[in-house]
């Protein structure tokens, strides 16, 4: 036990995994790829997967490290969210209890996975009874707003992503509602960087479809490089949780991640995140109380 774990949601959008594994490929233990059987979406939609993708996999896995983990992730009296929180915490049990249990989705790409993990090894105590002291590691992601011939659009400012846990009692897709340690650490987040009905089928089939806001498609189909600073509150869910626009001069990853590695604006102060671990661990010392944890048996019953 105390491995490093990573688990990826496997669905519509697997080709994103050809650029998400690889950062993180050398330096995890164990890599599960979650697959629902019978190749559904959390809204119960149909995808197919390339067959060339599994070669691949196959060809790539050199350190026989990734394990397809298949199983019944749909159950239909579940919204979509709940199928998500569902999945989670089925491919976590997979993972081992007792590991560092990392979760990213297909779409999220490591800066510096390297790090991570020396971030994780400082926290290593956590591992002992991870029941009695759950914690949430905490990082930032880059979002991708939209790619343009010679570049792309991305979010301002850095947003909070849960990363990691000890124990996943989750409440809501990957958050546990647990302390939170945050952390410096940074990834490139392509949620957006689809073509338009790519964009579609991803709202449509997400946990949180049913709060799409009406205005973002109009922002997201005018937005360039030359207009982008005029478009504001660009959110796909509450529009003002994203307030403006950067520009990437270019469109390839490599160049993109040695940008936000010597941008000092595109990560965390270390003021900014001693404030706010200092707040998460006195908020959790007064909450010292029986905790409810999520009662899953209802989501195991396909009936």
């Not at 919204?79 to 915490?89: K, W």
């Not at 990853?253 to 707040?279: A, Q, R, T």
Request: hydrophobic share 35%.
């Amino acid at each position: 036990m105390k491995n490093i774990v990573v688990g990826f949601l496997m669905s519509y959008d697997y080709e994103k995994l050809k650029l998400s594994i690889p950062p993180i490929y050398d330096q995890a233990d164990k890599i599960y790829l979650a697959l629902d059987y019978k190749y559904r979406t959390w809204n119960g939609e149909f995808f197919e997967i390339d067959p060339d993708f599994f070669s691949w996999l196959e060809q790539f896995d050199i350190a026989g490290k990734i394990e397809i983990y298949k199983d019944d992730f749909y159950v239909p009296k579940l919204n979509a969210i709940q199928n998500d929180t569902r999945e989670r915490h089925l491919l976590a049990l997979k993972m081992g209890i007792g590991n560092w249990l990392v979760q990213v989705d297909s779409d999220e790409i490591f800066i510096d996975f390297d790090q991570f993990v020396k971030t994780l090894r400082q926290h290593d105590k956590y591992l002992v009874n991870p029941e009695e002291n759950p914690v949430q590691i905490a990082g930032f992601l880059i979002n991708i707003y939209k790619y343009l011939e010679d570049g792309l659009l991305y979010v301002e400012q850095p947003t909070k992503v849960f990363l990691a846990t000890n124990y996943p009692n989750y409440k809501t897709a990957r958050k546990t509602k647990e302390r939170i340690i945050y952390t410096n650490n940074v990834l490139l987040h392509e949620c957006l960087s689809r073509t338009e009905e790519e964009l579609l089928f991803k709202f449509k089939n997400w946990g949180h479809s049913h709060q799409i806001n009406n205005q973002f498609f109009d922002k997201w189909k005018k937005a360039d490089k030359n207009n982008y600073k005029t478009i504001k509150n660009i959110f796909y869910l509450n529009p003002e949780l994203w307030k403006s626009l950067g520009y990437f001069d270019t469109k390839d990853l490599k160049k993109i991640k040695e940008i936000i590695k010597v941008n000092s604006k595109m990560s965390p102060s270390k003021f900014y995140l001693f404030k706010k671990n200092i707040g998460q661990y006195f908020k959790h010392l007064r909450l010292f109380k029986t905790k409810k944890d999520i009662n899953f048996e209802g989501y195991f019953k396909n009936d």
